[in-house]
């Protein structure tokens, strides 16, 4: 009984590590999914800069504002691009770390416990990447909720401009605005 005991324990402890590797497959994915929609956005705004400067109608309306705004979200939406894609550079990374050390529980109970720091040193630093994966991605959420304040900014500001003054008005009273902290 103890050698079917023993292989059981090492079993278990070699799917441990499955638990992490579906947390990183699932933040892989999400990511993926993250930098699909930065990159559309990037070739929508792209498009319509294009668009901006070949008709070079400077006279229509907040044009020069428009134009600024694109530029800005363009930059935001590269430094986005940037900080998911290391994001999932990181996560793969972990992702190879459990696995090596799942494989690695495995090998230690084949050749013997004198080994054991290395499957525990590999999921520590796999644990850490996954860590780091994450902070980066909190770091990409904020510049993602600066870029979409500053598009509403300038949608108000059309909306304003084309508006009705009636109803312009209306909602420039404070029953109507959100309270939300001034930005610095």
């Known amino acids: 009984m103890e050698p079917l005991s023993s292989a059981l324990a090492v079993l278990t402890a070699m799917i441990t590590p499955a638990v992490l590797i579906s947390a990183c497959g699932a933040l892989i994915l999400s990511t993926s999914t993250r930098l699909g929609r930065v990159v559309d956005r990037v070739r929508a705004l792209s498009d319509r800069f294009e668009e901006l400067a070949a008709t070079g109608d400077t006279e229509h309306a907040l044009f020069e504002e428009r134009r600024a705004m694109i530029f800005g979200q363009l930059d935001k939406l590269t430094s986005r691009a940037r900080i998911l894609q290391r994001s999932m550079t990181v996560f793969y990374v972990a992702l190879g770390l459990f696995v090596a050390t799942s494989v690695a529980i495995g090998v230690v109970a084949f050749v013997g416990t004198r080994y ?48 009705p003054s009636e109803l312009a008005a209306r909602h420039n009273s404070p029953h109507y605005r959100l309270r939300v902290k001034p930005r610095p």
């Not at 520590?124 to 902070?135: I, Q």
């Not at 990409?140 to 500053?150: D, N, P, T, Y």
């Open 116 to 163: 054991s720091f290395i499957p525990v040193a590999m999921g520590l630093v796999g644990a850490s990447f996954l860590f780091y994966g994450s902070m980066t991605l909190i770091f990409e959420a904020r510049l993602a909720i600066v870029s979409l304040r500053a598009e509403m900014d300038f949608i108000w500001q059309l909306g304003k401009h084309y508006a």
